[in-house]
């Protein structure tokens, strides 16, 4: 549904048919051989991969994916060792069966999903609304009714690139918040996908003043929050342990004193997802500074936190997220 983003954010030009191409080192220097070929034939791959999509009906396409992830987790062990020590740091309690259950179903939601992503295309908006139900779509309505725009957060669960094609086809005005990719090729493809679906894609590099303004018109600007912020973010709990975590969502829900709307996928079976709307978090008055960016960072949180412990094969393991340590003392 969006990217983790940065509160600064360099001047770039606006943004043209929902998308701003982003302003990478690629697109200042010519690339080595080596690299241009393999980019030309991870692009020629998606290429492949989406015109798959296009052509192969839904139901099918997600039995591919969850076969692919029985594969990637059984046979290819891909990150598999990254992903059991994230779960059972996170489920302690969990016997080594149920470590490896979680992690296989993780890999075969991801499968489907990605699947699904590659069948946008051709998703029609009336075949979104058979697929997924909703819940508390009313709290979005709510939120934009003070005028002052919302920032919607979701995490790496269930498939988030769904819930954010279902949020911008309900007629909301959606804005996703896009990370720096190496292959701008195939990055063009994956906006393109999102674009087609009604979503708006913030460029990493646009302004600040770029998410500031489009929360005053009463816009949504989405982020996926859950990834490791290194040094940039600020330390709150997850799943027990301290998680650098982006301050963007909680430095402009604070400047802009609108709320912060969470929002996730729950897949149902194979064929069918539930996307719940949770009530909005604001910003809380009688904090200031650092201490208010990780009160409203960590209670937004909370609410991944409570999602990922009832459904935790739709959480995406494969992330380091705990990578970066607190340096010592109090959480900073």
């Keep these: 549904m969006g990217a983790r983003g940065a509160s600064d954010r360099r001047v770039a030009p606006a943004p043209k048919n929902g998308f701003q191409r982003p302003m990478t080192a690629n697109t200042k220097k010519r690339l080595p051989l080596q690299k241009r070929i393999q980019y030309r034939i991870e692009w020629a791959a998606l290429q492949l991969l989406v015109g798959f999509g296009s052509a192969v009906p839904l139901r099918v396409l997600r039995r591919i994916g969850r076969a692919l992830g029985w594969i990637a987790w059984r046979g290819l062990r891909a990150r598999r060792r990254v992903v059991v020590e994230n779960i059972s740091r996170s489920f302690p309690d969990a016997s080594t069966a149920r470590v490896d259950a979680i992690g296989l179903e993780s890999y075969q939601q991801y499968g489907m999903s990605l699947m699904e992503f590659a069948g946008f295309r051709t998703l029609s908006r009336r075949k979104l609304a058979e697929i997924v139900d909703v819940e508390g779509m009313e709290h979005i309505g709510g939120a934009l009714s003070r005028g002052r ?184």
């Design 149 to 332: 725009g919302a920032v919607l957060f979701s995490g790496h669960f269930g498939n988030w690139e769904l819930l954010g094609a279902r949020v911008a086809q309900s007629g909301y005005p959606l804005h996703v918040t896009d990370t720096n990719h190496s292959n701008e090729l195939t990055h063009r493809v994956i906006t393109d996908l999102r674009v087609r679906q009604g979503m708006a894609v913030i460029a990493p590099d646009e302004p600040s003043a770029r998410m500031t303004g489009l929360l005053s018109e009463n816009r949504l600007v989405s982020y996926l929050a859950d990834q490791d912020a290194r040094r940039d973010g600020i330390f709150v709990e997850f799943l027990g342990r301290p998680a650098s975590t982006v301050r963007g969502p909680a430095i402009f829900a604070i400047r802009k004193n609108c709320p912060i709307v969470p929002l996730f996928m729950i897949r149902k079976g194979i064929d069918r997802h539930l996307a719940v709307v949770e009530s909005p978090i604001w910003p809380d008055p009688s904090l200031k500074g650092r201490e208010a960016i990780r009160d409203l960072t960590q209670r937004y949180t909370r609410v991944l936190e409570k999602y990922v412990r009832a459904h935790p094969g739709q959480y995406f393991w494969m992330h380091r997220r705990w990578k970066t340590k607190p340096a010592g003392g109090p959480w900073i």
